[in-house]
């Protein structure tokens, strides 16, 4: 279907991406959000605060992240789309109801906005350090699915992915930005919106009677009712069957939590997004994301004019991991190159899928500005020998 | 409009990061170039040091950060201080010369200096707070790297209506100072703008 | 006043609804998940009977059973949940009430009932309760209070009465404890009463009045824990509660709520305590948009934007 034109800005916009992520929330038709403030995030709330009376829909400040990322989800019950924007220290507060939105299958987006850690740390400063933590930062196993956008123009585009991904898959998805994207200001064109795609909740056509909330049918991903539609449903936090009912055997945990990962997994390579360059010749490959990208852009230009032959990778989509890419490549390159600000997270998962066949290169940052240029340009050299 | 690496400095409420904004607008809005701003700010709402990059260009621009800057506008010494040394050679200094004392500039790198009173000119005005305004001016008629008019078009877009025709009258003045400045001649230019005013 | 309780329980008067003809068919039934019984609460628990007396108010308040959505935390009194057949969720320890918010805000015309215990939503979801009052949240919050931490074991609650012994202060508590109604009548609820699980016709009544309040509404039900509480502070079972209840209990509709605070064996007092009108969130934000932005404020979209 197509998007609900009143949340559409069209146009161009010279705005950072913390107002285009916003953009994208009510393009994608969120109309409910729940917040709390926090640098560099709270640009985004601001604007939907302010947006978002004008369009129908509301915005609560709650008293804590704890109260924010569980009072989207009682929006998204509601019937509504909804999301909630953080920062490291709110995003820690959160991981609790990550594994509730994983586990009772509610589609939302959960935006970070990364700056350096641990705890307080850099709070106007950029980092890519909560990439694991995205991944595997509430307890237990499930699986979710995360976007790192490069540019404003990314902040709106992915953020409409990230809704359509979490309806069609009904996970939670986290928006993995940095302090640099979210306030670095560039054009961002808004499509009028008959031209955005968005993907509707999979709301049950079954009937009251026939209706089991976390039964599946052909696919993995259950349909879904609202509350005061009249199904009587019920949903827990607890291993639960399909009818929703709490079930404390091992079989119906066994089924439960498989179903939840693989339902991610066994599509990994149909949501995984990057970007590649020059892959065909490479000899080194740079595996870059979000701002690092960027400058990892610049390394390579470099590189490639002294004769180099490096590629590109840039991960857009970080979770599920593009793993069969890396694998292909790990055969024919002799290196990944892997800038990151951090002190090596997705490094490790290039490694992992590159299983020996070629090197990786960590090149870790503690975070609180970027990479040099040249500082990956001498990690793109040393890896070409 | 080939890439070009700009960076504005100066106290929190100068409208320092609002003039980078602007010339981002007009470069990539309302010209078909590109443009990138990222800012430095710490925890000071008002009054601490503020200073922003504007990357302009007409290739999508991939590094968001000013390496050397081509041209550099400085607002407050502690601005000037801090980066003045970081300009490239031959590079473009402006500065708001009632506030900046340019000392110790290295000959060598023929950086050309232009300074303009853009406060007192804003004073003037009737409103301090379009000193940036003014410097945008001034800016755009200097360094020639921007379409008048879409500049002119930002500043309308970039301002609260009932500030709208102020703010166009300080880019105008502004404009005025830079098509008649010279380089290193900020005593010149300073009683220039004296007789202008009076 | 005084009830007796065994008649009262099964006392069908209250009803106004058309029962079935089958008298084996307990009135409650509708309400309930039956297959998903038997439930998992202890042999004198309370919380049944406020599950009880949370259905027959509902036949008696007549409120359309499908505008309802109940929201429990985690713990003995967070199982309600799935036990009511009705649009449930069990969500995670201490957020009963922002969840309902979520719910609420989203889709006004839900009527939600947050059913949780003392610990869940005084201790971990303490922050939540005051700042929902202070909102004024159009939600019911039913509290059972059995003054411990039960599911996890019998460890102190922010409600657990002074010198009480539990698994966690072994010899005896000595933290001040929270006098629920006084809290959440300064942060600013509009109707907070307080029964115990003797008083299942004026619970029943308080429910109901409950419903039609617009705003948060915050009622306290005095229950046994027998397994945990009674047993190991030696006050006797469940019906020695009930005796202790009928005895101590003393009903002081409109009491000021800093006089009603509770004591290990002493005087409880019941009653209606709180009742004022004051707008709810919801009016309080529309008034705000309508009066900031006039013809651009545009009402809030129903659910339907998403199916």
Redesign the interface.
């Known amino acids: 279907m197509k998007a609900d034109p009143r949340g559409v800005l069209t146009g161009e916009h010279f705005i950072d991406g913390d107002h285009a992520c916003c953009e994208g929330a009510l393009a994608a038709g969120a109309r409910f959000a729940a917040g709390y403030p926090i640098t560099p995030s709270t640009e985004v709330v601001e604007r939907f605060a302010a947006r978002v009376p004008t369009v129908g829909g509301t915005f609560i400040q709650m008293e804590d992240e704890l109260a924010a990322s569980i009072t989207l989800q009682g929006g998204v019950w509601a019937g509504a789309k909804a999301f909630t924007v953080t920062s490291g220290p709110g995003f820690s507060l959160m991981m609790e109801h990550i594994g509730y939105a994983a586990m009772t299958e509610t589609p939302c987006v959960f935006v970070d906005v990364q700056r350096g850690g641990p705890s307080t740390g850099l709070p106007t400063l950029p980092a890519q350090a909560d990439m694991m933590q995205a991944r595997w930062g509430s307890h237990g196993d499930y699986a979710v699915i995360a976007l790192c956008p490069n540019s404003p123009q990314e902040c709106f585009d992915l953020t409409i992915k990230a809704f359509n991904l979490s309806e069609e898959f009904r996970v939670p998805v986290m928006f993995m930005m940095d302090e640099v994207v979210g306030h670095m200001t560039e054009k961002v064109v808004i499509p009028p919106a008959d031209q955005i795609e968005i993907v509707p909740r999979k709301h049950t056509k079954e009937s009251v009677e026939e209706f089991q909330p976390y039964k599946t049918n052909g696919d993995l991903v259950p349909e879904i009712a609202h509350a005061g539609e009249g199904y009587r449903f019920h949903v827990t936090g607890l291993t639960h069957d399909e009818r929703g009912y709490p079930n404390m055997t091992p079989q119906t945990q066994d089924k439960l939590v498989r179903r939840l990962q693989n339902k991610i997994t066994s599509a990994a390579d149909r949501i995984a997004m990057f970007e590649e360059a020059h892959l065909k010749d490479a000899d080194v490959v740079v595996v870059s994301y979000g701002i690092t990208s960027r400058v990892a852009q610049r390394a390579i230009d470099t590189a490639r004019e002294q004769g180099l032959r490096v590629g590109k990778l840039r991960l857009i989509t970080a979770w599920p991991f593009p793993e069969k890419k890396i694998r292909q490549l790990a055969g024919r390159v002799k290196a990944f190159v892997v800038p990151e600000l951090n002190l090596g997270q997705m490094a490790l998962e290039v490694e992992r899928a590159a299983a020996g066949r070629a090197k990786t290169f960590s090149l870790t940052h503690a975070g609180g500005g970027v990479h040099r240029p040249e500082d990956i340009l001498k990690v793109i050299v040393e890896a070409s020998r | 409009m080939q890439l070009t690496e700009i960076r504005i400095a100066g106290f929190g409420g100068q409208g320092v990061i609002l003039s980078a904004?602007v010339l981002?607008?007009a470069a990539?809005?309302f010209e078909k170039g590109?443009?990138?701003?990222?800012?430095n700010?710490?925890?000071e709402a008002r009054g601490g040091a503020c200073s922003a990059q504007l990357i302009i260009s007409d290739a999508p621009?991939?590094?968001?950060?000013v390496t050397q800057p081509d041209i550099m506008v400085v607002m407050s010494q502690e601005a000037y201080n801090r980066f003045a040394p970081e300009l490239k050679d031959g590079g473009t200094l402006i500065v708001e010369q009632d506030l900046v004392r340019v000392t110790g500039l290295d000959k060598k790198k023929e950086i050309k200096v232009y300074g303009i009173p853009a406060t007192r000119i804003a004073e003037g005005l009737g409103k301090k707070m379009v000193l940036n305004s003014v410097m945008v001016g001034f800016f755009t008629a200097l360094t020639g790297l921007l379409d008048p008019d879409a500049v002119r078009k930002a500043v309308a877009d970039s301002v609260p209506s009932n500030f709208r025709e102020l703010n166009l009258q300080a880019f105008d003045k502004g404009f005025e100072c830079g098509s008649t400045a010279a380089p290193d001649n900020v005593e010149a230019q300073l009683e220039a703008e004296t007789v202008t005013e009076g | 006043m005084s009830t007796d309780l065994n008649t009262d329980l099964l006392n069908n008067d209250l009803l106004n609804t058309d029962l079935p003809d089958d008298d084996l068919v307990n009135p409650v039934e509708p309400f309930l998940r039956t297959d998903r019984m038997p439930h998992i609460w202890c042999p004198g628990c309370g919380i049944g009977t406020t599950v009880n007396c949370f259905a027959r108010a509902l036949i008696e308040s007549k409120i359309d059973l499908q505008s309802l959505a109940l929201v429990s935390g985690i713990g003995c009194t967070g199982r309600v949940a799935g036990y009511v057949a009705l649009d449930s969720f069990h969500t995670t320890h201490g957020r009963a009430i922002p969840f309902a918010t979520g719910l609420k805000l989203a889709n006004p015309k839900l009527n939600v009932v947050v059913y949780s215990g003392d610990g869940d939503l005084s201790a971990i979801g303490g922050n939540h309760l005051i700042h929902a009052a202070r909102r004024n949240i159009d939600l019911k919050v039913i509290c059972v209070n059995n003054l411990i931490y039960a599911m996890t074991g019998g460890q102190t609650a922010p409600t657990t009465p002074d010198h009480a012994t539990t698994s966690t202060n072994p010899y005896g508590t000595f933290e001040p404890s929270f006098n629920l109604p006084h809290l959440v009548e300064a942060a600013g609820a509009v109707y907070v009463a307080r029964w115990t699980t003797f008083h299942v016709r004026q619970l029943a009544r308080a429910i109901g009045e409950a419903f039609q309040k617009k705003g948060f509404s915050f009622i306290e039900v005095i229950s046994p824990c027998p397994t945990l509480y009674q047993r190991r502070n030696k006050l006797g079972d469940s019906l020695d509660t009930m005796k202790y209840y009928k005895a101590k209990s003393k009903v002081k509709n409109g009491a000021p709520t800093s006089e009603v605070g509770l004591t290990i064996s002493g005087e409880i007092i019941v009653g209606k305590f709180v009742d004022r009108e004051r707008p709810d969130y919801q009016s309080m934000m529309r008034a705000q948009y309508v009066d900031s932005l006039g013809d651009r404020f545009v009402e809030p979209m129903e659910a339907e934007v998403c199916s």
């Open positions: 904004m981002g607008k990539s809005i590109y443009a990138t701003v990222t800012q700010f710490g925890p621009v991939a590094y968001p950060y």
